[in-house]
């Protein structure tokens, strides 16, 4: 049937599709008369598509001056006065478009001195329905209704459960309306919630915060009989635009933040009978006395939603499923990765490879496998491993051991062990580098990893001596973080390439590491008078001094804790700080406020330290303070919240802090992040650690901060208070004026790509690469490491040629 395929419709009979259709046998095809109810929406769909249609193709331009959507206006006001001209009673003259501007807001009587300030808006247009399914670069659940609520008049939610992990993503948007809009004379109930004890998975505490902002909140206890499945907000808006969010929407973590949760956002502009069929279906629940108003001061309806929940928890039989991280065979990921390993060596020839993967996700692991499948193919068997602590060496020895199912497997050359037969060896940097190579046959190994190869570039002359010296039929690197704030290059070692990579933001979306929900929080510190020295940063000691003697600054850390975490008591974290003295102070402070604390530092001893772990893991401990010592090679998957308790830089070392708690656990179902952020020195930069936690480019990331960052990777959340928000703001935009040594590893990060692209990717101007006698375009490719070394003389004349035409003006 040429022309109309097979199927159903509900297509206007028009004189194209009749044509069509006279060409089919009339017993294939089925029609009917309009029906009278409903004609006029039929009629106006089509209409609205060809005058659509019209509008959409008025050209860019005519030539007499006037704008498009001038001469869009003009035909659309055309085609008003002939449905003007058709239908007097039922349009009016002042239904002709005045100009081509849309009304955006009107506010109120103001309440403070100046102009008002714009309402934050969804993303979403408000007279557009869609859906929404938590999906990269597209705005998370959470983020969007944070925004609704932001210029809501009332709001209705109905949901299966509330939890305080989802809870807190809305609170302080929750906490504003009902200020707002007690503020405005408002007598009705601004937040309504139905919710229920269906699978114990309420959570008391948080219904409780929710009435202590304002809310009213009705329960259903028997959910044997009303077992609610629906899921819905409702953003009611006197000014007629109001929305809702129908699906996957509990109050929860998963429903605001986390993937594969999905919801149909409608909006009362588009499909207005739908919301008229919430508002009264949500009214005839709240009346329904199944539906039982709760008040946390009467002592009864705590003990009763108490024991709800404990027996609907009982219900559920408790399956817990332990799982080895060293399993043999390789999980699909790590099958991806060892297969590009593969690919690069046979296909490629490229025997010295970088393995990029995120904390958490098994880079030993990676490596033990590839390993062992080079030996069983005869092409490897002698093995240098080499990292810089004496612990990560222990653990790796640990893995190989067990993949290779052999107790036996490899020697130690740390501290005083040192390899008798020197064929399988884990070796720390430390000790090779007072080795005499002269010794050691180049060709000795095989196969050399180097763990954490980052420290490649801070320790250069060490690692350069040992790299330099050794011809293995492999080099296997693995890190996390390739990037260095130094401006390093660790890619050199490999031919400038990375050959594998599995990113922080990646790893996340592929639900192989917790999620987080990070909070900025302003610490009312000021430490741009802190003395400040270029590649090492602030002075250690006049921080310690100020952190010491600022107790404000830990009565906000402890406000934080009880704001954001569930239960301080039941909390496994571990804050990260300046200094030794800094940590001792933390950990005598947290005890006095009642939290069991430890701080475990380079003067700890080294059982002491594992006992520490061991009782935060068991709750013994609730805190436990440290300043570098756990950034690498600590296993414990429990924690959950992590105080960053100084100003980081590094990227590097912030993603290595960060990962300490992203690592699955059971019971853990996100890491909660509490950094503390000050006010910085002018050299101290911001983006390079949101760059790293959210994949962003520079250009995208002001936007991300001031949109609140809608496109983090599945199931996490990021926000900064207000005053933390400006400061990290000013800052970034002040590191727009970026060091030579920081474009060369903007390029290093983005590879091979053309000027424009480096630009767009960047935010920067031509002028930013040109106004330097460095070659320009040229001379960046050639530090970045992707062009010929030799440095040629006519690219430093042809960039400050361009730097000074890029200062003409065409007169």
Known sequence: MEGVEAGIYEQLLTEQLRGLLDGLPRDLVQAADLDDGDAHDVLADHVATVVRRALRSVPSSAGNGESRSDRQVALANAIIR????????????????????????????????????????????????????????????????????????????????????????????IAELVRRRRAAGEEAPILRVITTTYVGSTERRALERLIDLGAEVKISYETRMTRLHAKAWLFHRRSGYSTAYVGSSNLSKSALVDGLEWNVRLSEVDQPHLLDTFRATFDEYWED???????????????????????????????????????????????????????ERDIHGHHRNLVVMATGTGKTVVAGLDYRRLREAGAVDSLLFVAHREELLDQSRATFRHILRDGSFGERFVGGDRPQEWRHVFASVQSLARLDLGNLDARRFDMVIVDEFHHAGAETKTYARLLDHLDPKILLGLTATPERAD???????????????????????????????????????????????????????????????????????????????????????????????????????????????????????????????????????????????????????????????????SATIFLQQLGRGLRLADDKPCLTVLDFIGNQHREFRFDLRYRALTGSSRRQLEDEIENGFPT????????????????????????????????????????????????????????????????????????????????????????????????????
């Open 289 to 343: 006395p199944a539906f039982e108003r709760y008040d946390p001061s009467d002592e009864g309806q705590r003990a009763r939603l108490d024991e709800a929940l404990a027996m609907e928890r009982g219900g559920t039989p408790d399956l817990p499923i332990e799982l080895s991280t060293l399993e043999v065979r390789p999980w699909g990921y790590q099958q991806e990765i060892l297969e590009e390993l593969t690919a």
């Open 82 to 173: 002939q449905v003007l001209d058709a239908a007097p009673s039922a349009v009016e003259a002042g239904d002709a478009i005045a100009e081509g501007r849309q009304l955006l807001e009107v506010h109120g009587p103001p309440s403070a001195p100046g102009p008002p300030r714009p309402t934050t808006r969804p993303t979403t247009p408000l007279s557009t329905s869609a859906l929404l399914v938590n999906g990269r670069d597209q705005p998370r659940i959470g983020s969007e209704v944070q925004k609704e609520l932001a210029s809501a008049d009332r709001v209705d939610l109905l949901c299966a459960f509330v939890k305080w992990h989802g809870l807190r993503v809305v609170e302080e948007q």
């Open 487 to 649: 401006g390093q290059d660790i890619l050199h070692w490999f031919d400038g390439r990375i050959a594998v990579e599995l990113r922080l933001w990646e790893a996340l979306e592929q639900n192989l590491l917790a999620p987080f929900q990070y909070f900025g929080i302003a610490d009312e510190t000021d430490l741009s008078s802190i003395e400040w020295k270029r590649g090492q940063g602030y002075s250690t000691a006049q921080l310690t001094e100020l952190y010491l003697a600022h107790d404000a600054r830990l009565q906000i850390v402890l406000q934080a804790l009880v704001d954001k975490v569930t239960d301080v008591a039941a909390m496994r974290c571990l804050g990260f700080c300046v200094s030794i003295d800094h940590a001792e102070y933390m950990a005598e402070r947290f005890k006095q406020a009642g939290i069991p604390s430890a701080a475990v530092t380079s003067r700890t001893p080294r059982e002491d330290r594992r006992a520490a772990l061991e009782a935060l893991r068991r709750r013994d401990l609730n805190a436990v303070f440290t300043v570098d010592l756990f950034n690498e090679g600590v296993d414990v998957p429990q924690i959950d919240t992590v105080l960053f308790l100084r100003p980081t830089e």
């Open 712 to 811: 983090l990777p599945a199931g996490c959340h990021l926000s900064l208070d207000r005053i933390a928000s400006e400061t990290v703001l000013q800052n970034v935009r002040q590191s727009l004026g970026i060091k030579w040594k920081d474009l060369t590893s903007e390029l290093r990060r983005l590879g091979e790509c053309d000027l424009r692209t480096f630009l767009d990717e960047t935010g920067l101007d031509a002028e930013d690469l040109y106004r330097r006698a460095r070659g320009g375009w040229a001379g960046l490719r050639r530090d970045a490491g992707l062009a010929d070394p030799t440095d040629a003389p006519e690219d430093r004349e042809l960039g400050r040629a361009i730097g000074r035409m890029l200062h003409l003006d065409d007169l």
